[in-house]
């Protein structure tokens, strides 16, 4: 079997191994061969660089989750609930961007006396009220930190159900409100759209005058980033070169190393020289072909990564726009401990900034 890498890119690869390892508990090397279409030699090197990582540890033949993962949050966290209690979490991922969310969680509830208690849901779960029902029956749970998913049917259900449940709840990354009034909920958020604003005013003092933005689709915070992205290409004077933005499918669809390729031709036959991209592994696949194509980043074409979650270990490393993670689990954490320490207190809504990270995928166009 022959490596077929410019097809099927490392962060594709990367992806597939995370969702499998929280789907199953466990991968095979023999299995990702057939999945995945690449050779051993390659997955065992894939496997080692996040082991390396901690992201997995490996064992014959394949590999299982590194402890510490989310999952062992999950039974870890039910053992330390106290006598102050608990709060309850459920977050739609239980690899990226969330856990390090969690972390901030934890450590805040630990500060006073309680514990946390972690559920995964996922993206396509269409409605989160039998989890959400389960969570707060269970012993000493006295709130509730959740991202539910707002683009399902059922979305505005799960809000109402929130604020008939009588437990102090706290949204995260998440905006809703509470019909009929149309009353926001209680959440804690980063400021998206300012995180593409630093990312475009990082670009433009570089030189950079035809920028191009690449969004996950369907993402609640890919439209936040989209805001503030026009909002700064119009500040700044940037020309989205014919308007160039696009969304990406999810990095699981079959066709996901299909439209990065092309989205990245439409990109450099419009003239543009730097791009932001949502979220870090979409990054790396623009800069994994790029890099196999003979395209220098930041050379040719600087490239700017939204989340920070990975970015550092990439080669390059790529300059990222990081939502403070941990920050916003602590803070949705303190949001429900002063709800239950005075019920009647005004419904906080807590908006918290994002920084810019400047590292080695960025850098001046040619000839500027």
Same mark, same amino acid.
Request: charged share 20%; aromatic share 2%.
């Given at each position: 079997?022959?490596?077929?890498?410019?097809?099927?890119?490392?962060?594709?690869?990367?992806?597939?191994?995370?969702?499998?390892?929280?789907?199953?508990?466990?991968?095979?090397?023999?299995?990702?061969?057939?999945?995945?279409?690449?050779?051993?030699?390659?997955?065992?090197?894939?496997?080692?660089?996040?082991?390396?990582?901690?992201?997995?540890?490996?064992?014959?033949?394949?590999?299982?989750?590194?402890?510490?993962?989310?999952?062992?949050?999950?039974?870890?966290?039910?053992?330390?609930?106290?006598?102050?209690?608990?709060?309850?979490?459920?977050?739609?991922?239980?690899?990226?961007?969330?856990?390090?969310?969690?972390?901030?969680?934890?450590?805040?509830?630990?500060?006073?006396?309680?514990?946390?208690?972690?559920?995964?849901?996922?993206?396509?779960?269409?409605?989160?009220?039998?989890?959400?029902?389960?969570?707060?029956?269970?012993?000493?749970?006295?709130?509730?930190?959740?991202?539910?998913?707002?683009?399902?049917?059922?979305?505005?259900?799960?809000?109402?159900?929130?604020?008939?449940?009588?437990?102090?709840?706290?949204?995260?990354?998440?905006?809703?409100?509470?019909?009929?009034?149309?009353?926001?909920?209680?959440?804690?958020?980063?400021?998206?759209?300012?995180?593409?604003?630093?990312? #475009?005013?990082?670009? =433009?003092?570089? %030189?950079?005058?035809? @920028?191009? $933005?690449?969004?996950? +689709?369907?993402?609640?915070?890919? *439209?936040?980033?989209?805001?503030?992205?026009?909002?700064?290409?119009?500040?700044?004077?940037?020309?989205?070169?014919?308007?160039?933005?696009?969304?990406?499918?999810?990095?699981?669809?079959?066709?996901?190393?299909?439209?990065?390729?092309?989205?990245?031709?439409?990109?450099?036959?419009?003239?543009?020289?730097?791009?932001?991209?949502?979220?870090?592994?979409?990054?790396?696949?623009?800069?994994?072909?790029?890099?196999?194509?003979?395209?220098?980043?930041?050379?040719?074409?600087?490239?700017?990564?939204?989340?920070?979650?990975?970015?550092?270990?990439?080669?390059?490393?790529?300059?990222?726009? #990081?939502?403070?993670? =941990?920050?916003? %689990?602590?803070?949705? @954490?303190? $949001?429900?401990?002063? +709800?239950?320490?005075?019920?009647? *207190?005004?419904?906080?809504?807590?908006?918290?900034?994002?920084?810019?990270?400047?590292?080695?995928?960025?850098?001046?166009?040619?000839?500027?």
């Amino acid at each position: 079997m022959t490596d077929q890498t410019p097809a099927l890119l490392a962060a594709e690869r990367r992806a597939h191994v995370l969702a499998s390892l929280e789907r199953d508990g466990a991968v095979r090397v023999a299995q990702l061969m057939d999945e995945l279409g690449v050779a051993p030699v390659t997955l065992r090197r894939d496997l080692a660089q996040m082991e390396r990582e901690g992201l997995l540890v490996r064992v014959h033949g394949g590999a299982v989750p590194a402890a510490g993962s989310l999952d062992d949050l999950e039974a870890s966290a039910v053992a330390s609930v106290t006598r102050a209690g608990s709060i309850a979490m459920l977050v739609p991922s239980l690899t990226f961007y969330y856990p390090t969310v969690v972390r901030g969680a934890e450590a805040e509830a630990s500060r006073h006396g309680m514990g946390v208690v972690v559920r995964g849901a996922s993206y396509e779960l269409q409605d989160e009220r039998p989890v959400l029902e389960r969570l707060v029956h269970t012993e000493g749970v006295r709130g509730l930190v959740l991202a539910p998913n707002t683009d399902t049917p059922h979305a505005q259900d799960v809000v109402q159900w929130l604020a008939d449940s009588g437990v102090p709840n706290v949204l995260v990354e998440r905006d809703a409100v509470v019909l009929p009034e149309g009353s926001p909920v209680e959440n804690v958020t980063t400021d998206h759209a300012l995180g593409a604003v630093l990312a #475009a005013r990082h670009l =433009a003092s570089l %030189g950079h005058r035809r @920028v191009g $933005l690449i969004i996950a +689709r369907d993402s609640p915070t890919s *439209r936040k980033i989209a805001a503030g992205w026009h909002a700064a290409c119009a500040e700044l004077g940037l020309t989205p070169a014919d308007q160039f933005e696009t969304s990406l499918p999810p990095r699981t669809s079959p066709d996901f190393s299909a439209v990065v390729d092309s989205t990245l031709d439409a990109a450099l036959s419009n003239g543009v020289t730097a791009i932001l991209v949502h979220s870090d592994p979409e990054a790396m696949a623009f800069v994994d072909l790029a890099m196999n194509r003979g395209i220098s980043v930041p050379g040719d074409l600087s490239v700017v990564a939204y989340d920070d979650e990975v970015a550092e270990i990439f080669t390059p490393p790529l300059t990222a726009v #990081a939502p403070p993670r =941990a920050a916003v %689990g602590r803070a949705a @954490v303190d $949001l429900v401990v002063r +709800r239950l320490e005075d019920p009647a *207190r005004p419904v906080h809504r807590v908006v918290l900034n994002p920084t810019l990270n400047v590292r080695g995928s960025t850098a001046p166009p040619r000839g500027a």
